[in-house]
């Protein structure tokens, strides 16, 4: 298999409680799983906050070729 990644941006309860989601998901050549999610409530100032949260974890994140390369990352059980 080839390995690769994909963002959603999704959000619910639009009529309750309004919340925003964006996932990122990376699987590796050898496949392996990884899911980078924040939850924040749309329309408010933790949404700004919660993207930059993201943002910067996401900039930081380093898999590597092998399980014992990357330690910081835990594949999804």
Same mark, same amino acid.
């Given at each position: ?8 941006? #999704? ?5 309750? #409680? ?41 900039? =930081? ?12 990352? =835990?594949?999804?059980?």
């Amino acid at each position: 298999m080839v390995g690769g990644a994909a963002v959603a941006d #999704t959000a619910y309860g639009l009529k309750e #409680t309004p919340t925003r989601v964006v996932q990122l998901f990376v699987v590796t050549e050898d496949d392996r799983m990884y899911e980078l999610r924040v939850d924040m409530p749309k329309g408010t100032p933790s949404e700004r906050k919660g993207m930059a949260v993201f943002q910067q974890a996401r900039d =930081r994140l380093v898999i590597g070729k092998s399980r014992t390369t990357a330690p910081s990352a =835990r594949p999804t059980p």
